[in-house]
């Protein structure tokens, strides 16, 4: 609740949050004692610095005709330093942030912590290439290599609580909490062979097989084989293509299957007990994490074939793609809850399996091509459906900091939200209880896929509280129109974006309703509604869920080529715009954002997120 989005969702729009007191102070916007947003923006400080170094090496040998050794060196290294600054407070605010109680704690009053993050990646690749013909209709091509990834990363925090005022070290913290001291180490190889014929310059075949390890898995396991083959064919490029379909003019048919593993799925020493130190009884005593130890864990594998088509027609001006896919992941690593009888809370371990299947289209055109005007227009559609096909028989359920029932069940695509839901009749209506308040469902959970509904005399319901799939953040497809516009020198082009049949967990509105924010919320301040209706639906996480379809005008871009002007060579300037329209009906502000960041699992979470910012720029290009 400490960040600028969150400070504001969760007060009530009615408070005077730009008030000070005689010393210039911010005062508390007098609400259960929660932090006032402009304390927030004014006066919590964040910073970090990065210095960075990329460089890379390359060398090629050729000894004989045909053959070719390649070798490439990379370096990355570079180190971080980061601060946060939270001052003392003027006014009292809940410290349970700072791990204290509902009244401010003179010793827990201001933050402040450094940390340093030093990273350093080198890689080597070598690989070496032989081509020659076998006779003139078929030509070979083999490549052998391999690589070498190893890395290692040290990071340091030091933080404490308790400031005085103008203090914004650590040191000067009356309180020091625990210090991280992470260091880590791993090591990522790998060596390929690989063959490729050419037959009549017509169909090409290549098939492969690659030998990779990866140190952060146990030592029967890390290392690992990987087959992949592909298959193309050229139609158009026999004679009587050529001379009987000239309107057509590229046909292939294509066909490819493939492994692969994730290498780097886990930490450099997840597979292993971690301890830390802890004073008892005057003693130093080490206590084991909750996670339990696997050294047999692997690394998932994932299979895919894959076939497809490239045409065009008309002298290319119309081009067509068409890809269907279907992936298989084996031995997914997921930290699964076990029994505490065990001693631990969790295992990491190759629970299951879940599959994705789909289609993708690419149509290109161009209806106008002139000596002074073009159009091009390219359309992009994306249908994937995903299912997981192993995980045990129990539910699997992931905690998030929005509160998102994300879970992992059988049958049912990745990451759905599984949890609470309204209460309806026969008919579909909501029930509700005598002062019209929506009732949250109860009965019998007889699986997680399956309940049964219980109603007292009076129709309410009764018994157990019972969770469902209420919504599901993997969208029925994806969609982008671009088109691009030459006049002489003048360009335009613009490019939609759609996402449809998408489910966003809508923390946000949810905690905005709860402090008198937002449509429901006047609502029934106006007794549009009954007294006490967001109290009584508060806790039923469907009510969170929301639509997050959408169309957006991605992008508008608008340029023109001056031409040489002097010394300036093809002198350009452009004007484009981002992110301009949203078409959706979603309660928040940007369906298209992810409290999560980049998770595969953990996606449509909107909680306190910053909307994808509309911005526009003003460029000029030359040469010289």
Known sequence: FYSPMNSVTIIGNFHDIWTRDALGNIKAVGERGRVNPVSVIEDLKQRQETNRIISNLGLKLKPFKGFSI????????????????????????????????????????????????????????????????????????????????????????????????FVETVNGASTVLPAVDDRSELSVSGAFIQQNFKLWNQLFITGAVRFDGSSVFGEDERNQVYVKANASYLLSESRFWKENMG??????????????????????????????????????????????????????????????????????????????????????????????TNGFSSLLDNFGSLENKGFEILLKGSPVVTKDLRWDVTLIYNHNKNKVLEVGPSLTLFSTNAGAPVSLLEGLPVGVFYGTFFAVDANGNLVKNAAGIPQIE??????????????????????????????????????SLTNELRYKRLGLSFQFDAVQGVDVFNADFRTRQGVGNGTVAEQEHNGQIPRGYIL??????????????????????????????????????????????????????????????????????????VPIPRTFRFGISTKF
């Open 442 to 479: 109860k009965g019998v959970q007889n699986s997680p896929q399956s309940y049964t509904p219980q109603r007292d005399a009076s129709g309410i319901p009764t018994g157990t509280t019972l969770r469902k799939v209420i919504g599901d953040p993997n969208p029925d497809y994806t969609a």
């Open 70 to 165: 390649d070798y490439t060196l990379g370096i990355d290294n570079y180190g971080q330093n980061g601060t946060t600054y939270m001052p003392p407070f003027a006014y009292n605010v809940n410290t349970a942030f700072w791990g204290g109680g509902p009244t401010l704690d003179p010793t827990l009053n201001g933050y402040a912590s450094t940390a340093n993050d030093n990273f350093f990646q080198v890689n080597n690749e070598i690989n070496a290439t032989y081509q020659f013909n076998i006779n003139p209709q078929i030509g070979s091509t083999t490549q052998v290599g391999y690589s070498l990834q190893y890395e290692k990363n040290r990071y340091a925090l030091v933080q404490g609580r308790g400031l005085s005022p």
């Open 247 to 340: 309107w057509w003019n590229l046909l292939k048919l294509r066909a490819a299957y493939g492994e692969s593993g994730n290498l780097t799925g886990i930490g450099a020493y997840s597979r292993f007990n971690s301890y830390t130190s802890n004073s008892y009884l005057s003693r130093t005593a080490l206590t084991s994490s909750g996670i339990l130890a696997n050294e047999n864990v692997k690394p998932e594998r994932q299979k895919e074939l894959e076939i497809g088509t490239d045409m065009s027609f008309f002298k290319d001006r119309i081009a067509l793609t068409f890809n269907f896919y279907s992936k298989k992941v084996e031995d997914m690593l997921i930290n699964r809850v076990i029994a505490p």
């Open 536 to 609: 009584g639906v508060y806790q039923i996480e469907e009510w969170r869920v929301d639509d997050g379809s959408f169309v957006k005008l991605r992008e508008v871009a608008l340029n023109y080529n001056l031409g040489n002007i002097k010394f300036f060579k093809d002198l350009t300037i452009s004007l484009s715009g981002r992110n301009l329209i949203s078409f959706d009906d979603y309660k928040g502000y940007d369906p298209e954002v992810n409290s999560a960041g980049q998770s595969t699992l953990l996606r449509g979470i909107d909680f306190g997120s």
